[in-house]
């Protein structure tokens, strides 16, 4: 297939630019037309993408030694999805045999290798890359990307797919680092070690202990959970799929499809009625925490335990989750719930603010992942044409970016967790949505022969004002979230993570935005006697058609 930047890829790249055989045949060639950082689903879904889209000029980057992502790295006790598994899979490859309403990790995992596998991916996987940086050459339209222990690769575009819940976020707690037990985050489970007998300390209360609580609490001597925050917890509607039903989906696509249909409508009437919409629709919000209060007190006798375990903040504020025995299990006479603040570790254990010392032999940390914070989204130094890192630059002027996708300064670079990009009943909604508006810009700037294209700032600012206006309709602005501690929120008090758009507001913008909004332009070659320094291939022209 021809190269993105036919007819100039001799000057700009190299005689191999265009060729797909040479830029994947290994480190001796490092050019190619588009880079994947990720090799979870993100990065899955891109690669697909681009294969549907005729470019398979590209490679997908990651710096682990296989694929899956999340569902490669969390692999604790009662790991699963925490929506319908029918909801969590590309809505092209449905997978019918999922075991469960709710999938164990395992087979998300399994997932991520079929998709690998039946759609060609494994050629253009460069795996045990880790990224250190990306730099943007304003003269010669191509990002240079630094891989540790390897040469710089040199690519015209990049779909940054390297996730959200990728980096554990260690507790800010003074003496962890003396603790003499074993210590593990969710996402880094040491399944070496055996838990039979033990002392056992969980910090933290959100989705990830939800799930791990339950699995571990029959084997631990003594199971004490530290909770800072208490979680709004719905029923799981979870149970085994029939295989006869499976057989069904298998044999008969539709049902499969309609199935998935009324699942998102369900989900997002509580994610997005419920959260987003709060304005519009308070009872919604209101019935979710009655709901959970009842399904509280079903779980829970105590009366006093049903209160610690009580949210004092509105449903939304905080991701909610589902569970049928998170709850429960604190009726066990070896499991307790500390709500005294941590005031330190020390080599023996946690120390409370009100001066009790729990023994501890293995400390779990469920305190979840960086999100929107500096050194997460990019989770390296990305430099663009002027200089501008985009760390800096979201941490200063806040997370933004034209349809989730792409910033200003930013040229050539396509997000797949932008700020404002999720909604919708699963992360796969996201993934669809935002490979397509960079597919849509790849292939545009393909046609108009261009090298570079940026979105123009009048576009990306009017987005940006429009998300905060849909904004005034959320829980965050209406309801009480004042002492939720959140990850929804960033250090601005804004909300990046969550686009205020149904699932199908969000793929039909991305279908349909104007391309115009972006602005292509072409790397011409100079002079003959000009080009034996390829710097000065300079001379930048619009290219509006």
């Not at 790295?73 to 809505?91: E, K, L």
């Not at 005031?343 to 009790?356: H, K, L, N, Q």
């Not at 700037?445 to 959320?474: C, I, K, M, W």
């Amino acid at each position: 297939m021809k190269s993105l930047d036919d007819g100039v890829s001799d000057l700009v790249l190299g005689p191999d630019a265009g060729s797909t055989s040479a830029s994947l045949a290994g480190n001796g060639d490092r050019r190619v037309d588009v880079v994947v950082i990720g090799a979870g689903f993100s990065g899955i879904g891109a690669g697909i993408r681009l294969l549907d889209a005729g470019i398979d000029d590209f490679l997908v980057l990651d710096r682990a030694d296989d694929v899956g992502g999340t569902w490669r790295d969390n692999t604790y006790p009662g790991v699963a999805v925490d929506v319908t598994s029918m909801n969590y899979c590309f809505s092209f490859e449905p997978n019918p045999r999922w075991s469960r309403v709710f999938a164990p990790g395992a087979e998300l995992r399994a997932y991520t290798e079929h998709c690998t596998d039946k759609y060609g991916l494994r050629p253009h996987l460069r795996l045990g890359h880790t990224v250190t940086g990306a730099r943007f050459d304003g003269d010669l339209h191509e990002w240079t990307i630094d891989i540790v222990d390897r040469p710089p690769l040199r690519a015209r575009h990049v779909i940054l797919a390297s996730g959200g819940l990728v980096e554990p976020k260690p507790p800010d707690i003074a003496g962890i680092e003396t603790f003499a037990g074993k210590v593990m985050h969710t996402a880094r489970w040491d399944h070496t070690y055996d838990i039979s007998g033990k002392r056992v300390a969980v910090i933290g209360t959100g989705a990830s202990a939800v799930q791990v609580v339950p699995a571990i609490a029959p084997a631990a001597a003594r199971l004490s959970v530290f909770q800072r925050t208490p979680i709004w917890l719905l029923p799981k509607p979870d149970a085994a799929i029939p295989a006869g039903l499976q057989r069904l989906f298998a044999t008969v696509p539709p049902v499969q499809a309609l199935l998935r249909a009324a699942l998102s409508a369900v989900t997002q009437s509580v994610f997005l009625g419920g959260i987003l919409y709060h304005r519009q629709l308070p009872g919604l919000g209101r019935a979710f925490e009655r709901l959970s209060r009842s399904h509280l007190a079903r779980q829970v006798p105590d009366p006093d335990l049903r209160r610690a375990l009580t949210p004092d903040y509105s449903f939304g504020c905080k991701r909610p989750s589902f569970s049928n025995d998170y709850w429960a299990t604190f009726n066990r006479p070896d499991v307790a719930l500390v709500t005294d603040s941590i005031e330190m570790i020390t080599p023996s254990g946690i120390r409370t603010a009100d001066g009790t010392d729990h023994e501890v032999d293995l400390l779990v940390l469920a305190t979840g992942f960086k999100v929107f914070e500096r050194g997460n989204l990019p989770p390296f130094p990305v430099v663009g044409p002027d200089g501008t890192e985009l760390g800096a630059f979201w941490d200063e002027h806040r997370y933004q970016a034209y349809e989730g996708a792409t910033v200003p300064q930013f040229p050539n670079l396509f997000h797949i967790i932008g700020p404002y990009a999720m909604t919708g009943a699963s992360y796969f909604s996201m993934i669809e949505a935002m490979t397509l508006h960079a597919v849509r810009c790849i292939t545009e700037a393909r046609r108009r022969g261009a090298t570079q294209v940026s979105v123009r700032q009048e576009p990306h600012d009017r987005y940006f004002a429009e998300v905060h206006r849909r904004l005034r309709n959320s829980v965050f602005v209406n309801g009480d979230c004042t002492r939720s501690n959140s990850y929804y929120f960033d250090r601005h008090g804004d909300t990046p993570i969550l686009r205020p758009s149904t699932g199908f507001g969000l793929w039909w913008r991305h279908r349909v935005f104007d391309l115009d909004d972006y602005e292509y332009r072409r790397a011409e070659p100079v002079p003959a006697h000009a080009a034996s320094d390829p710097r000065t291939v300079v001379a930048i022209q619009s290219s509006r058609k």
